[in-house]
């Protein structure tokens, strides 16, 4: 405690995101961490797009998809992309409540998201399109459920963040940690434009 009221009284520099204790430079696994994720969601378009006509006798894209709800979604994510964008600003600025204001609200777009993709699945489901009903079928649900499962754990870290540095005040400790967590979230974001596009774009279009 001591070690960080001292850090919170230090002046902070322009970019306390970058600013690090010891000087050494702690995005370089961040990065190779993103380079697998990318690996991986490759992996599964490559599948999907291998195996998305593969329907037999359960319903296909063109009768699922519902480019409305998809479009809210996207929306959504989007635009909880800007609000942690908004968060980096104003760290930036030294403004640690609209900092976590803005984060919040990522947190909130983010479960909204969530919570459109686990009615979309249900709708799916009850119209004939479980797991095992066919390639297709697993390996839409395989893609758009690990990009969800991605968005959960954005969600909660960054809900982690928002509680354990609550009254801290913005220092070179957990600058990095915030900045680190929105790169994270813009990756999820561009994900899911690939997704809208290949999966739904294309699956309505043909």
Request: net charge neutral.
């Amino acid at each position: 405690m001591a070690e960080q009221h001292t850090i919170q009284n230090q002046t902070l520099p322009p970019n306390p995101e970058k600013a690090t204790l010891e000087g050494r430079n702690k995005y370089l696994g961040f990065w190779f961490f993103l380079g697998g994720e990318t690996v991986l969601f490759a992996s599964l378009f490559g599948t999907y797009l291998g195996l998305r006509g593969g329907t037999l006798d359960g319903p296909g894209p063109a009768e699922l998809f519902h480019l409305n709800l998809v479009f809210i979604m996207t929306m959504i994510l989007l635009t909880s992309s800007l609000t942690s964008v908004f968060a980096i600003i104003n760290m930036k600025r030294g403004n640690y409540k609209k900092l976590l204001m803005w984060m919040w609200l990522t947190v909130l777009l983010g479960l909204g998201f969530l919570g459109f993709e686990i009615y979309e699945f249900y709708e799916y489901y009850h119209q004939g399109l479980g797991f095992s009903t066919s390639a297709f079928a697993s390996s839409f649900y395989t893609l758009v459920g690990t990009h969800g499962a991605h968005v959960a754990f954005g969600i909660c870290w960054i809900s982690t963040l928002l509680i354990r540095y609550r009254k801290t005040g913005l220092t070179l400790t957990n600058a990095p940690k915030f900045y680190t967590a929105v790169l994270y979230w813009h990756f999820i974001d561009v994900v899911w434009v690939f997704i809208f596009t290949v999966v739904y774009l294309l699956g309505i279009g043909g």
